[in-house]
Nanobody, 128 residues
């Protein structure tokens, strides 16, 4: 079975940080990009960042740029997302997803249908 498994998240105080991971099983991410998404209650899922495993290129949406970092460990077949200076509006379910090829998130509006694999999601709650 080809799947993405996420870990991390939880309850974080405003101004704090969170680290998430996304590991692929049953397939390798060498020719994929991993996008990171979040979905707040009552809102659509939105793309926030991406990393392409082949060359390590990264992309950040403007509203998280400067306080988010995406990285990868190719040997571990894993992508990571760290977010700092968390705000209450960062609360939501965070997902990783794999797309064959480049970070399509960088080229235009995010289309969820581009992604062939999805993680199970993990809750990030920023208390206030």
């Amino acid at each position: 079975q080809e799947q993405l498994v996420q870990s991390g998240g939880g309850l974080v105080e405003p101004g704090g940080s969170v680290s998430l991971s996304c590991t692929a099983y049953g397939f390798t991410l060498d020719y994929y990009a991993i996008g990171w998404f979040r979905q707040a209650p009552g809102k659509e899922r939105e793309g926030i960042a991406c990393i392409r495993f082949k060359d390590g290129s990264v992309y950040y949406k403007e509203h998280v740029k400067g306080r988010s970092t995406v990285s990868s460990d190719n040997a571990k077949n894993t992508a990571y997302l760290q977010m700092d200076s968390l705000k209450s509006e960062d609360t939501g379910v965070y997902f990783c997803a794999a797309v064959w090829g480049p970070c399509v998130m960088a080229s235009g509006p995010t289309r969820l249908s581009h992604y062939s694999h999805w993680g199970q999601g993990t809750q990030v709650t920023v208390s206030s």
